[in-house]
């Protein structure tokens, strides 16, 4: 599930500010963590 049809889901449910928050902080993180692995594909 993409993350918009994520926060989609969560606004519909009334979820919190904190929640949403939680989830695009999970997907930053997970973006971030695979550069390192995008760049060194790159690289060779």
Known sequence: MEIEEIIEDLIEKNATDFEI????KEHIKA???SLNEIFCRKSR
């Open 21 to 24: 928050s939680k989830v695009i």
């Open 31 to 33: 973006y971030l963590s």
